[in-house]
């Protein structure tokens, strides 16, 4: 049987301080409008979800699809922080990578609404 390690408090303090950077990320992406009220409709769907059903599968997977649409989000938003941080210029490039997070966000919650319709009809 393998030795047992002594928990590592380094460890254990640079776990805690990545809970501490992403509670600051989700602080900075409440203050998006679109990430606000993306936020709003996890907060409505998710507890609809277990009225709506009882199965536990098709809970599931309306709650993940539920979840992807603000996780998306959050990596939009950090694209164009990061495209804006290079250059506040245009350029083409800068263009497609934002319209292609966008998109994301689309792809997104187009699949919110067919799981949702799925499970539901």
Partial sequence: MPEKKPLNLSSV???????GYSLSGLRVAMGERAF???IL????????SFF????????AL???STLLVPIVELLNSAVEAAIDRI?????NLSKKAKD???AAVLLALINLAFVWACVLF
């Avoid at 409709?41 to 609809?48: R, Y």
């Fill in 52 to 59: 709506l059903t009882t199965d536990g599968v098709s809970r």
């Fill in 13 to 19: 303090s640079s776990l805690w301080k990545a809970f």
């Fill in 100 to 102: 292609m997070g966008s």
């Fill in 87 to 91: 250059s506040p210029e245009w350029h």
């Fill in 36 to 38: 606000f009220q993306e």
């Fill in 41 to 48: 409709l996890v907060i409505v769907l998710i507890p609809a």
């Fill in 62 to 64: 309306m709650i993940a």
